[in-house]
């Protein structure tokens, strides 16, 4: 199984960026998407997690300013990063839990917002 995530990038203050993270490779369906993010210095926290049935919560950090989605046709998980902060400036890892074994992760794209 392979996590592919993409869109990150330098963006200045106030911008967007839209996330993306495919998986290939499994027979088993995918339950929950996540996306988290580790700053340079600081632990990995969870973002934003999406429920195969569609139900989704965020960290409070991010309420409000991201959205996280998901295209099961496609083992796709998208996050919608708007009105960003120097303070979102991370590593962004996507993961994926299955019905059956371990969560997979992404390789992480990063994120810098700076002026």
């Known amino acids: 199984v392979q996590l592919q995530a993409s869109g990150g990038g330098l963006v200045q203050p106030g911008g967007s960026l839209r996330l993306s993270c495919t998986a290939s490779?499994?027979?088993?369906?995918?339950?929950?998407m996540k996306w988290y993010r580790q700053a340079p210095g600081k632990q990995r926290e969870l973002v934003a997690t999406?429920?195969?049935?569609?139900?989704?919560n965020y960290a409070d950090s991010v309420e409000d300013r991201f959205t996280i989605s998901r295209d099961n046709a496609k083992d796709t998980v998208y996050l919608q990063l708007n009105n960003l902060k120097p303070e979102d400036t991370a590593d962004y890892y996507c993961?994926?839990?299955?019905?059956?074994?371990?969560?997979?992760w992404g390789q992480g794209t990063l994120v810098t917002v700076s002026s």
């Open positions: 999406i429920t195969s049935g569609g139900s989704t």
């Open positions: 490779g499994s027979i088993f369906s995918i339950t929950a």
């Open positions: 993961n994926f839990a299955y019905s059956f074994g371990p969560s997979r």
